[in-house]
Each structure stands twice: as structure tokens, then as C-alpha cells.
């Protein structure tokens, strides 16, 4: 068994205590039970929960640092009161045998500055990566391997991530992140399938589309596909669709190799 094969095998078949979903939609598993989304409480409860999670590779965050990032309160006072009651719901959902005195096992406190301890957390953006940065490591040299790990992915990515944050500004760099990784990935499967499967080409370009309906690459990669299927009309529709929406959105006009796809196209 190659190391990239073992490593995809022994990813898939980790178990952790906690499953985390955020794209989609925000659900927490613990030992394979749903958490009822009313134990959360209070929403500053849930916002810090998923602060937590957006930020989990950033070591040592200062708790005023977290304070005015998620609240901007101007009341400093109301600002602790609100995290330490926030910080208490945490643990109460996550870790509800936890004793008083003994350390949290999940938000550890180092001082005033606080961070989501992982290891036994399984993160649906995680696996993303995991799973995206293996089908780029083997897409030249294990075709099957890339196509499996891209597929893997996109099964994860169920929307946009954490939509009850749509519109605050701790979460929209992670958002966009990974909005524009699933497009990537969505056009790396595309490719690899294109000439053996050219049908499941064009519905991975027209959800790619429904993501971002200004992603040029999607609608070259359906040309390409409805030519392969020898559906030259079509192709030629999805061209204009292309131009029209970059016109309206951008007042660009396509790229120059996706002008070559038609031009050649028409040279026929």
C-alpha cells in the first residue's frame, strides 16, 4: 500500500469523540448523538463555540481580543460577563461529567488567552483540506487515489460555511476560503473525469456555478465536456451564458482560452 493510499485509508477511519459540522449548516455529534440545539442556550454561547472553531489554528487568543472580535462591547464588564457565562455553556454542552475543578479538556486557558484543543475534534472544514491537499498530491501520479479524495470533499461541502454568521467578520475569511476551494476542487474532479466521463463533467461545472456563477473555468470545462459528447449547439449556448454573465457582473469579456474552445469549435 502506497503512503498517500495508507494515509487516505487511516483518515477515513478515524473516530473522535466530537464531529463538528459547519458547512451548511452548524451541527455538533457527541459520541455519535446529535447535540439538541437548545442546549446551547443563549446565541453569545454558540457564537463563541464557532469562533472557537473558525479560529482553532491560532494559538493563545486573549480573551479581550475575543471580546471585541465577536461583541464590540463597549462596556468591558459586560464584555467578561458575557464570555464567562458564554465559556460556561461550552463546557457544560461539551464536557457535562466534567467537575468543577478539574481542567476543561477541550477550550484550554493558558492566562487570559484561550484556545480549542482538536485532538479529539473532527472538523468537516478539516477533512476538507485533508482530503483536497491529498487529491492535489496525487493527481499526477494516482489518478484513482485524487479522483477519491476530490469526491470525498465535495460530499463534505454541504453549503456555505456557518450561514447563521453570514454577515459577521470573524467568520467570512474562513467562508470565503473554503467557498473558493470547493470551486477548485469541483474543476480538478472535472478534469480528471472530462475524457471518461463527460455527462458527471458538466453536473460538476453547473454545481460549481450555483456556488459562484462568474467561475470562467466551470463553463470552459462544459464546453469541453458537451464537445467530447459531440453537442457542439450546446457548447456554443454555455459560451454566450458565459459571456453574458461576465458582461452583466464584470464588464469583462472571457479569457482568451476559453474564446479558443469555441473559436476551434467553429473551425471545424
Not at 51 to 66: A, S
Not at 170 to 176: D, K, L, N, P
Not at 187 to 199: D, F, Q, T, V, W
Amino acid at each position: 500500500m502506497s503512503t498517500h493510499l495508507e494515509a487516505y485509508t487511516n483518515f477515513k477511519n478515524i473516530t473522535k469523540k466530537i464531529r463538528v459540522f459547519t458547512l451548511g449548516r452548524f451541527l455538533m455529534e457527541i459520541d455519535g448523538e446529535v447535540v439538541d440545539s437548545k442546549l446551547w442556550g443563549r446565541d453569545k454561547t454558540l457564537q463563541l463555540i464557532q469562533f472557537f472553531i473558525t479560529n482553532r489554528h491560532q494559538f493563545g487568543l486573549h480573551k479581550e481580543v475575543i471580546v471585541d472580535r465577536i461583541w464590540d462591547l463597549d462596556d468591558d464588564d459586560q464584555g467578561n460577563r458575557d464570555f464567562k457565562v458564554a465559556l460556561h455553556g461550552i463546557r457544560k454542552v461539551m464536557e457535562p461529567n466534567r467537575k468543577s475543578r478539574n481542567e476543561a479538556s477541550y477550550i484550554l486557558r493558558q492566562g487570559a488567552s484561550y484556545q480549542l484543543q482538536t485532538d479529539d475534534i473532527w472538523i468537516d472544514a478539516d477533512a476538507i483540506d485533508f482530503y483536497v491537499k491529498l487529491g492535489n498530491q496525487v493527481y499526477d501520479s494516482d489518478r484513482p487515489l485524487a479522483i477519491n479524495a476530490y469526491q470525498d470533499a465535495i460530499d463534505l461541502y454541504k453549503g456555505i460555511y456557518l450561514p447563521n454568521r453570514l454577515y459577521e467578520d470573524w467568520s467570512s475569511a474562513e467562508r470565503e476560503r473554503l467557498q473558493i476551494q470547493a470551486l477548485n476542487t469541483y474543476m480538478a474532479l472535472g478534469e480528471l473525469i472530462l475524457n471518461e466521463n463527460s455527462r458527471e463533467c458538466i453536473r460538476l461545472a453547473q454545481e460549481a456555478l450555483t456556488i459562484d456563477n462568474t467561475w470562467e473555468e466551470a463553463y470552459r470545462l462544459q464546453m469541453q465536456a458537451y464537445i467530447n459528447m459531440g453537442n457542439r449547439p450546446q457548447a456554443i449556448k454555455v459560451y454566450n451564458e458565459c459571456k453574458k454573465v461576465l458582461d452583466k457582473e464584470f464588464d469583462i469579456a472571457p479569457l482568451p482560452q476559453t474564446t479558443k474552445v469555441i473559436e476551434n469549435l467553429i473551425s471545424i
